[in-house]
Nanobody, 126 residues
Framework: QVQLVESGGGSVQAGGSLRLSCAAT????????MGWFRQAPGKEREFVAA????????AYADSVKGRFTISRDNAKNTGYLLMNSLAPEDTAVYYC???????????????????WGQGTQVTVSS
């Protein structure tokens, strides 16, 4: 398994942008799929985006399509989530996650991800 640490969260006004980073340690990151999930107060954790180890399979939640972009740099053991046109409903704790099984297409259920970061808060004000 890999160890994951998120960064880049913060407070932004509606319409603004943030880029989250997920730094991984461990030898298997380059062969692990990576995903982003979020959890708002009083709500269940929900899928945001996922990318396969090669980048060849990418999935987005309908609510973020066209606004968020997931990417990764295996040489740097880091994944990213670029969030544009942020809205108050995007406010949540964002978690980075990974799994090492070579599924195709990339999986989107939290139960498929075995490694999780501690989360980073994103707050969008109107």
């Amino acid at each position: 398994q890999v160890q994951l640490v998120e960064s880049g969260g913060g407070s932004v006004q509606a319409g603004g942008s943030l880029r989250l980073s997920c730094a991984a340690t461990g030898r298997t990151f380059s062969t692990s799929a990576m995903g982003w999930f979020r959890q708002a107060p009083g709500k269940e954790r929900e899928f945001v985006a996922a990318i396969s180890w090669s980048g060849g399979s990418i999935a987005y939640a309908d609510s973020v399509k066209g606004r968020f972009t997931i990417s990764r740099d295996n040489a740097k053991n880091t994944g990213y989530l670029l969030m544009n046109s942020l809205a108050p409903e995007d406010t949540a704790v964002y978690y980075c996650a990974a799994y090492s099984v070579n599924y195709w297409p990339v999986r989107t259920r939290p139960a498929d991800f075995g490694s999780w970061g501690q989360g980073t808060q994103v707050t969008v004000s109107s």
